[in-house]
């Protein structure tokens, strides 16, 4: 009671070190705040300046871009010799004083509209002199009107040079502005975590001092009692007073506890006697003893025992527990005759609940220690660990199980008792009508009418049947139905013994589906015939009479009339080219040759003479590595697909730059992928798949040649040798297309 009550007067550490977690805590608070507030204003200052500032840079760089541009035509127009070229740099000029990139600021739109009105001038003088040009001695005249027309541009020059330079100043403000702004959240935040920190060092200096004074010297003081209990000092070295509540309860058990070890002590001597006993026994044993109580208190257990278990020493172990629960009620059943005296032994199978929670198999031998016919007191435990054979049945039943719910019929037999059957799981039973007794009796000709016994022997003495082999034939299933089947056949070893293990699949609804396929190959090569021959006839006729309609009547019709003919002309011929596109498409498959390896440098070069005058009239360039590889394909329709790649990345060119194409490979696993880059005009990610589609155009008939169906003819191929084709680009970017073919060592997917 008094000891309680000096306790209760005692200062308390946790309210101690309560005060200064939370003090702490306040302190990390107030800096996350300040971080949270610092990072928001440095956030709110970025998105203002992505949505309002850096639009209005782009917009003054573009704006600075176009009066370069606006100088340099306006220089052409006042000063080229040859008509064409200053009439379209003044054509160019105008429009460029038009672009909506001048139009922001109200001033900046004046000056350039100025300027515009200077160039009319400008291009009014120019006009009027080259007019001159057909009167005698109309040179001078002339002269003097280019020099008019000169003089009327150059101070131009320096409104449109001071006008770039507003802009770049307002561009170079704007960035200043922000990176003050950015600066100042930033000294301010520095500032803030510097303070911050300090108050939180403050905070855990004072936490130190109260942990050392307060706790972790008495704790110590404390230990060294109990280290100079356990060395067995005969005089126990007397406690310090204690600071706090806490101490005092921690230094009343440290002295129940020095108790507890004296008498513990005495217990020690007196069981060290029966222990050396029985020591002897347990350690020389590799089975796992046990012995326990009446009560299934665990009294003494041999390292064998603990190593099962995966627990240091026996102390509290109880047999029941370590059973695991579903088998408690087996074992029940097993100890009621022994305790009865029926019996001094049982023997079983359980399972052992281990330290860290996993369960083991063992196989339990039990045997009673009784005095004479009295109930018996202890019991020992003989336990071997079993666990790899249990898992291993556990195992068989799920393997037997999983074979059981196949849908497909598996089978295993002996080829040397003549194709007898010697397992089989449920489905092969349903297949065959017959329960697997009935199975067990029969031999392959009692089901196959195709195998006889010699065609079996010969077939088990062939060497390809080491190896996994597929055939089709027939069998007799239930019912007595003849039905076509796939059967696998794979060679086993067994306990000495070969055998012979597979599947067996209904191939009827498959050998259905081939001949609709077949059936639907043959329309299709018959579409193509039409196609190739009737349906382009009649175009020909219809384009050939308009021709000739055209170069007869030319000169009576209007130019409404001999355009209305163009239109018919134009229309046949595209949809003769449609016809021959489709019927290309539908050959693919038909009319392609036997995979074989081909030089992919030789494909390019082939694909590139189809496309010679594409190139120059593009003024388009093509490079690859010299070391491109030799892959499996049809040498035809792989240029067919080069040619149409490269094409494509000429065609769609992008109007301010010249094609730049770029081939290259690279191998992953079994199969090269083929990249054709281009800096065109690119392609939007939502039409990505779209374009492989068949008459899928992006652009108007008016504004790229073609019928849309070349790179369904691209996919139809690439599919064809067992690969995949896909485009990586963006808008305003060029395209990246890639597909995928196989290396000369592997063997395309047919």
């Not at 109200?106 to 080259?130: C, F, K, P, S």
């Not at 320096?158 to 307002?170: K, P």
């Not at 305790?339 to 023997?347: K, L």
């Not at 077949?518 to 299709?524: A, G, T, W």
């Amino acid at each position: 009671m008094t000891t309680t009550t000096a306790q209760e007067h005692l200062p308390s550490l946790r309210r101690r070190l309560a005060a200064v977690g939370l003090a702490l805590t306040i302190a990390v608070l107030a800096a996350l705040v300040a971080m949270t507030i610092s990072g928001a204003s440095t956030h709110a200052l970025i998105e203002a300046s992505r949505e309002e500032t850096l639009p209005r840079i782009l917009e003054r760089q573009r704006a600075t871009a176009n009066l370069e541009r606006l100088i340099r035509f306006g220089w052409v127009a006042a000063t080229a010799n040859a008509p064409n070229d200053w009439r379209q740099a003044s054509i160019t000029a105008q429009a460029l004083a038009f672009h909506p990139s001048l139009t922001f600021d109200e001033d900046l739109r004046n000056q350039v509209m100025a300027v515009h009105g200077t160039i009319r001038q400008v291009v009014a003088q120019r006009e009027r002199a080259y007019a001159l040009r057909a009167q005698a001695d109309a040179a001078p005249r002339m002269a003097e009107l280019d020099k008019i027309a000169r003089d009327l541009w150059m101070p131009q020059e320096s409104i449109l040079v001071n006008l770039q330079g507003r802009l770049a100043d307002d561009a170079t403000r704007l960035m200043i502005e922000r990176f003050d702004r950015l600066s100042a959240i930033s000294d301010l935040t520095r500032r803030s975590g510097i303070a911050v920190g300090v108050f939180i060092l403050l905070i855990l200096a004072a936490a130190a001092l109260i942990i050392r004074s307060n706790l972790l010297i008495p704790v110590l003081r404390v230990a060294q009692s109990m280290r100079n209990t356990l060395d067995g000092a005969t005089q126990a070295q007397p406690l310090p007073h204690p600071a706090t509540a806490e101490m005092a309860v921690m230094q009343d058990a440290a002295m129940q506890l020095r108790d507890a070890l004296h008498r513990a002590s005495l217990r020690e001597f007196a069981l060290s006697a029966s222990e050396q006993r029985l020591s002897s026994i347990f350690a020389t044993s590799e089975a796992a003893i046990v012995l326990s109580d009446s009560l299934g208190q665990v009294m003494q257990a041999n390292d064998a025992f603990l190593r099962l278990i995966g627990a240091d020493e026996a102390l509290d172990l109880h047999m029941r527990t370590l059973t695991h629960a579903d088998d408690r009620l087996r074992e029940s059943l097993l100890q009621e005759p022994m305790i009865n005296g029926q019996v001094n032994r049982y023997r079983l199978d359980k399972r052992f609940v281990r330290h860290d929670g996993s369960c083991i198999w063992v196989d339990a031998s039990v045997r009673a220690i009784r005095n004479g016919n009295n109930p018996p007191h202890q019991f020992v435990t003989v336990a071997i660990d079993i666990s790899e054979r249990v898992r291993a049945e556990q195992d068989l039943r799920f393997i037997r199980a999983l074979v059981d719910q196949s849908a497909d019929p598996i089978y295993c037999m002996d080829p040397h008792d003549g194709g007898r059957m010697v397992w089989v799981n449920a489905a092969t039973c349903r297949h065959f009508g017959k329960s697997a007794a009935e199975l067990m009796a029969m031999r392959i000709p009692d089901w196959d009418p195709n195998f006889n016994s010699i065609t079996a022997e010969t077939l088990w003495n062939t060497p390809e049947l080491h190896n996994t082999r597929i055939l089709e034939t027939t069998h007799r299933a239930a019912g007595g139905d003849i039905i076509a089947v796939e059967v696998s056949a794979s060679w086993l070893e067994h306990d000495g013994r070969s055998y012979i293990a597979g599947y067996i699949r209904d191939i009827r609804d498959r050998n259905r589906m081939l001949a609709a396929v077949r059936r639907s190959n043959e329309d299709l090569q018959q579409f193509a015939y039409v196609a190739s021959h009737d349906l382009q006839e009649p175009l020909r006729m219809v384009a050939s009479f308009l021709q000739l309609l055209e170069r007869r009547y030319g000169e009576r019709l209007d130019a409404a009339g001999r355009e209305y003919i163009q239109f018919a002309v134009d229309g046949a011929i595209r949809m003769k080219q449609l016809i021959e596109d489709l019927l290309a498409y539908s050959r693919i498959d038909s009319r392609g040759m036997q995979p074989k390896s081909v030089d992919l440098t030789k494909i390019i070069q082939a694909a590139c003479d189809n496309l010679v005058s594409a190139f120059a009239d593009s003024g388009g360039r093509i490079s690859y590595p010299p070391d491109l590889p030799h892959i499996m394909g049809d040498e035809t329709q792989l240029v067919r697909l080069l040619q149409n790649l490269i094409g494509n990345a000429l065609k769609y060119r992008a109007a301010d730059r010249f094609p730049e194409i770029t081939v290259s490979a690279h191998r992953q696993a079994d199969t090269w992928i083929i990249s054709i880059q281009d800096n065109g005009i690119g392609i939007s990610p939502e039409y990505h798949d779209r374009i492989f589609m068949i008459f899928q155009r992006l652009h108007g008939i008016g504004a790229y040649e073609g019928t849309g169906i070349g790179l369904a003819i691209c996919k139809r191929i690439v599919e064809r040798h067992g690969g995949e084709i896909w485009v990586q680009s963006q808008e305003n970017t060029g395209s990246t297309f890639n597909f995928t073919v196989s290396a000369v060592d592997t063997e395309p997917h047919q």
